[in-house]
């Protein structure tokens, strides 16, 4: 709770944060959850801040501040970078222009002359030239700003001034209503609010037309069961991840239409597990090929000689492929490589007694085989597909001097989650480690800011993460449409500078990587941040959400805000998701070791650390211009004019030299950290005092040992007055 600097809010000035030194600090007198969730703030006889030159004399003498509450994820107890739009204001911003529209500020008026508006202009919008203006007191006062255009200043000692949140930004509720009734409403607002009707042409009249029956069957019956399948059907329809109904877990009624719903349809098998086999090397796409990776004992399959790789050919007459696709998902989704593994788990469950025939290959056989089997109670013990992860928030560990963190979602255990971060990041720091990991398999998502907070992490102030990567569209009800929201040009980094990562970064994702796992990922892999490795894309659940409450403790979530590539109309992660850099296949081989208790994923990312810091690849990513020298005593040299002093080193072994007015050619080779150049053609002008350019050449041209440090180059010389060259990277 505290008070930040609004001058650049009421300037239009959008894209800084404020710092930490123009922030009132305040404090919780009251319980934020438990109770009114009062505060206090004892002002400050002369505040910190800028100051505004409203009455245009040509001296800046009025401080505007903002009342906020928001969660202090990092750092100290100020509220850092993103921090400062995590909560809630004592105004309310227009979302589109970034305007204040209502609210109250704290002003503060050094001389008693400075102006602020006594209400707004023809134009309706606040701190425009036809405001008409008031005197504001010397000292501290309070303006009031209310939404038909009126101000009041206040002066009383001890002010009471509220958070506030817009009227439209509350979370519908037909709870109350019937069956029927909620789900007209739950439609009427679809209609509008729901992100992706166009985008998935959703006709809303065919959906109410398709559901409303079972709801009014469900009404008719008292049934809270059936009017839940009904919501459920209709929200794995849309294919969004983002939008999905949940009820209590005691809730007896819908928990047993539930079970009752799965046996009806699944509860039998035939003794066998399903594999949907993924080799992109191998031109194999996920559906193409659908194997048998295990059998139960005693079992139809068993009896018909199914055995692991078993390929099925045919189901019921039908192609494997269009038959897996007429099976319902376990969880939605729409991008369309992920589908077949959600639906692959009850490929081979059926009614209890279904007679299904099955066409089939065994290994090594040329002919196909069809045969008629009994469904029933036979199916197989559990056994792992995928690497067993850790039940912990945040895990931390250190392996071949690689750092591995691992998550599981953006939403609980915020600070921890920020502590253990730091803690493995300092390790990294005094240990030097050539890469770091960052295992997001599993992880469903969760807050916004957490997600950048985190992701900040990987980035230095002189090279910063834009923090909006992506546009974001929002409904307006008075355009009556979705409209983009604005976008600033805000950057985020470390907020402990001492502990930015800037070494080799790997992602790893799965199909349960969702929503701010996604948004974390997809933020790093386009600004070529980090190497993504997985299996499969991610979830593809693009956008914001919100959720209705219906009837018998039903809730409905929906994803009411959609994010966009920049200037385009075209969905960032929705129905696509991030797609790997590096593919990992499913194979029954990768399925045998992970089994076996390896993790094919996690070694794939082992090879592209090993690649990515590899010394070979940091030289000839990019020039290096010679900035700093250290002498034989360890005196530092600055070198003026690096531009005159650049080398650069070809894929090829060759390399090319700028010193000063020479330039140098040749080749070179690195054995573990040795350099050695072995120079070619070369000019040979007089460079004019005080050049460098002899010693440059000459150092360089021998063998050196060499040494990374972030995005700097040490070139270590035995035997000449420079002791050391530091080389920075070009830009």
Not at 193 to 208: C, K, L, M, N, Q
Request: aromatic fraction near 10%; glycine fraction near 8%.
């Amino acid at each position: 709770m505290g008070l930040l600097d609004a001058t650049g809010f009421v300037a239009g000035d959008f894209d800084r944060f404020v710092p930490a030194n123009d922030q009132v600090l305040g404090r919780f007198t009251d319980p934020l959850f438990t109770g009114e969730g009062r505060y206090r703030i004892d002002l400050p006889i002369v505040p910190p801040g800028g100051r505004l030159d409203l009455n245009r004399d040509g001296r800046p003498a009025l401080g505007i501040f903002t009342l906020i509450s928001a969660p202090n994820l990092s750092a100290d107890s100020y509220l850092e970078q993103l921090e400062q739009f995590g909560g809630l204001f004592s105004i309310l911003i227009d979302q589109q222009t970034g305007a204040i529209e209502t609210g109250s500020l704290l002003l503060f008026s050094e001389d008693g002359a400075e102006t602020f508006p006594s209400a707004w202009g023809d134009d309706g919008i606040w701190f425009s030239d036809d405001d008409p203006q008031q005197v504001v007191p010397q000292g501290w006062s309070v303006a009031r700003l209310d939404a038909e255009g009126g101000v009041t200043l206040e002066t009383d000692p001890r002010p009471e001034i509220n958070t506030i949140e817009a009227a439209d930004a509350a979370s519908p509720d037909f709870s109350s209503l019937g069956y029927v009734e909620a789900f007209d409403a739950l439609i009427d607002h679809l209609r509008t609010h729901y992100a992706y009707t166009e985008f998935r042409g959703i006709d809303w009249d065919a959906v109410s037309a398709r559901y409303r029956p079972e709801m009014e069957a469900a009404a008719d019956a008292d049934d809270a069961g059936g009017f839940y399948l009904a919501l459920n059907a209709m929200a794995l329809s849309f294919e969004d991840t983002h939008t999905a109904v949940s009820a209590g877990f005691l809730n007896e009624a819908i928990n047993s239409a539930k079970q009752e719903a799965e046996l009806s349809q699944f509860g039998a098998g035939v003794g066998a597990e399903a594999l949907v086999v993924s080799d992109p090397d191998a031109g194999i796409l996920p559906g193409d090929m659908i194997l048998v990776s295990r059998v139960a004992e005693d079992s139809p399959a068993e009896e018909a000689g199914w055995t692991e790789g078993t390929e099925i050919l045919e189901i019921n007459g039908m192609p494997a492929r269009e038959y897996l696709a007429t099976l319902p998902l376990i969880e939605a989704t729409g991008v369309a490589e992920l589908q077949p593994y959600l639906r692959a788990p009850r490929l081979f469950s059926f009614p209890d007694g279904a007679e299904v025939s099955f066409t089939f290959r065994n290994p090594d056989e040329q002919d196909a085989q069809t045969v008629q089997l009994t469904a029933g109670d036979f199916f197989l013990p559990f056994e792992m597909s995928e690497p067993d992860t850790s039940t912990m928030p945040i895990d931390f560990s250190s392996v071949g001097g690689v750092a591995i963190v691992s998550w599981r979602n953006f939403s609980d255990h915020m600070l921890s989650k920020i502590a253990v971060l730091e803690e493995a990041l300092q390790i990294e720091s005094e240990t030097g480690s050539t890469g770091m990991i960052l295992d997001l398999r599993g992880n469903g998502g969760g807050l916004v800011e957490l997600y950048e907070v985190m992701a900040s992490y990987f980035f230095t102030e002189d090279n910063p993460m834009p923090e909006q990567p992506f546009d974001t569209w929002g409904y307006d009800a008075e355009a009556g449409a979705f409209v983009r929201l604005m976008s600033t040009d805000r950057t985020l980094y470390s907020p402990r500078a001492d502990l930015a990562f800037t070494g080799p970064l790997v992602i790893l994702i799965d199909q349960g990587c969702a929503s701010s796992c996604e948004y974390f990922t997809q933020h790093l892999q386009l600004l070529d941040r980090a190497t993504v490795v997985g299996q499969h894309a991610s979830l593809g659940a693009g956008g914001f959400i919100d959720r209705i409450n219906m009837p018998a403790e039903i809730s409905f979530q929906y994803t009411a805000m959609r994010t966009t590539f920049p200037n385009s109309d075209e969905p960032n992660l929705e129905a696509r998701g991030v797609i790997p850099d590096v593919r990992v296949p499913v194979t029954l081989e990768t399925l045998a070791a992970v089994r076996n208790g390896e993790d094919p994923v996690m070694d794939a990312a082992f090879n592209v650390i090993a690649a990515l810091s590899d010394p070979r690849l940091k030289l000839t990513a990019t020039p290096w211009v010679w900035t700093m020298s250290a002498t034989a005593d360890l005196e530092e040299v600055e070198i003026d004019a690096p531009e005159k002093y650049e080398v650069t080193f070809s894929e090829d072994g060759s390399y090319a030299l700028q010193a000063d007015c020479n330039r140098v050619t040749g080749n070179w080779t690195l054995e573990d950290t040795m350099l050695t150049m072995t120079p070619g053609p070369a000019t040979l002008a007089l460079c004019p005092e005080p050049s460098k350019g002899e010693a440059f050449a000459r150092i360089m041209a021998s063998s050196n040992a060499v040494d990374f440090n972030g995005n700097d180059l040490f070139i270590i010389v035995e035997g000449d007055d420079y002791r050391v060259l530091q080389l920075e990277a070009v830009e």
